[in-house]
């Protein structure tokens, strides 16, 4: 079961420090707007597309050069074509008003509320295009097939800790984020829609440079393929953490029990 509290910790780092993205930002957008029971299906979307992504990589892609993959022209253009669309619909979301019913405050759209399936499509998509999200498991799993070789079992368990993790964090992200609607007003939610589509654009940007130079530079190459994200770096550290005092927990219990079996022949 270490693999598995392994996992759940990383998931709590990795949920806490490393999910600044696109996904993100939407995430806490919709659920100001549509309240906890309509945001939740967006972080089922989001868990959706890493099962999905993780899948892939340890099934049908092990075997493929995903940083060529990902740097791709037609992958790139696709993703960020999916994230500028994205932008423009946070850009026409216009809020109009809002009502109190009961407790819970429902903001007014021109467009009317998405259904859940919707919401959770948007966390799929915004999740699965973004390359970011595919090289940081890229650089995961080669952290966990290579430096710290465990069985595929082990990997299995492990990703099972961070993914139902970060789905439980992201679940509640989407509550403590649905109780700022006591203090937003709809011109601040109308901001913070502009802001998730300004955001959207930059990502877009993001992988589109990031694509060029992929593509044009060796040296950028060479750079992206051998260095590892600050993330599997703590994975690796936390691994080691663990090892080390399973190692100790293993030498103080064997120590007890040679003083039980061999004890002091002077007394």
Same mark, same amino acid.
């Given at each position: 079961?270490?693999?598995?509290?392994?996992?759940?910790?990383?998931?709590?780092?990795?949920?806490? $420090?490393?999910? $600044?993205?696109?996904?993100?930002?939407?995430?806490?957008?919709?659920?100001?707007?549509?309240?906890?029971?309509?945001?939740?299906?967006?972080?089922?979307?989001?868990?959706?597309?890493?099962?999905?992504?993780?899948?892939?990589?340890?099934?049908?892609?092990?075997?493929?050069?995903?940083?060529?993959?990902?740097?791709?022209?037609?992958?790139?253009?696709?993703?960020?074509?999916?994230?500028?669309?994205m932008?423009?619909?946070?850009?026409?979301?216009?809020?109009t008003?809002?009502? %109190?019913q009961?407790?819970?405050?429902?903001?007014?759209?021109?467009d009317?509320?998405?259904?859940?399936?919707?919401?959770f499509?948007q966390?799929?998509v915004?999740?699965?295009?973004?390359?970011?999200?595919?090289?940081?498991?890229?650089?995961?799993?080669?952290?966990?097939?290579?430096?710290?070789?465990?069985?595929?079992?082990?990997?299995?368990?492990? $990703?099972?800790?961070?993914?139902?993790?970060?789905?439980?964090?992201?679940?509640? %992200?989407?509550k403590?984020?649905?109780?700022?609607?006591?203090?937003?007003?709809?011109?601040?939610?109308?901001?913070?829609? %502009?802001?998730?589509a300004?955001?959207?654009?930059a990502?877009?940007?993001?992988?589109?440079?990031?694509?060029?130079?992929?593509?044009?530079?060796?040296?950028?190459?060479?750079?992206?393929?051998?260095?590892?994200?600050?993330?599997?770096?703590m994975?690796?550290?936390?691994?080691?953490?663990? %090892?080390?005092?399973s190692?100790?927990?293993?030498?103080?219990?064997?120590?007890h029990?040679?003083?039980?079996?061999?004890?002091?022949?002077?007394?």
């Amino acid at each position: 079961m270490g693999e598995l509290l392994l996992g759940i910790v990383c998931g709590i780092a990795l949920s806490l $420090f490393f999910s $600044f993205g696109p996904a993100f930002f939407s995430q806490i957008r919709t659920s100001i707007q549509y309240g906890y029971r309509k945001s939740y299906p967006f972080a089922f979307g989001v868990s959706a597309g890493d099962v999905i992504i993780v899948f892939l990589m340890l099934t049908v892609l092990k075997n493929v050069n995903l940083y060529e993959l990902l740097h791709n022209v037609w992958v790139a253009s696709i993703g960020g074509a999916v994230l500028v669309a994205m932008g423009f619909y946070y850009l026409r979301k216009e809020v109009t008003g809002f009502e %109190k019913q009961g407790s819970r405050i429902k903001f007014k759209s021109k467009d009317g509320d998405p259904r859940r399936r919707t919401i959770f499509m948007q966390g799929f998509v915004i999740n699965i295009v973004n390359p970011l999200i595919w090289i940081y498991w890229v650089s995961v799993i080669a952290l966990l097939t290579g430096e710290l070789n465990l069985t595929v079992t082990e990997r299995y368990i492990f $990703f099972l800790g961070v993914l139902g993790t970060t789905l439980g964090l992201d679940i509640l %992200k989407c509550k403590l984020a649905s109780l700022l609607q006591q203090i937003i007003t709809a011109k601040v939610l109308n901001i913070t829609n %502009k802001a998730c589509a300004v955001i959207m654009f930059a990502f877009a940007a993001y992988m589109v440079i990031s694509m060029a130079l992929y593509q044009i530079s060796p040296k950028v190459r060479e750079h992206e393929q051998q260095n590892t994200p600050q993330s599997t770096q703590m994975i690796k550290k936390i691994h080691n953490l663990q %090892k080390s005092d399973s190692s100790i927990l293993w030498h103080v219990t064997k120590h007890h029990n040679d003083n039980e079996n061999h004890p002091n022949r002077d007394e």
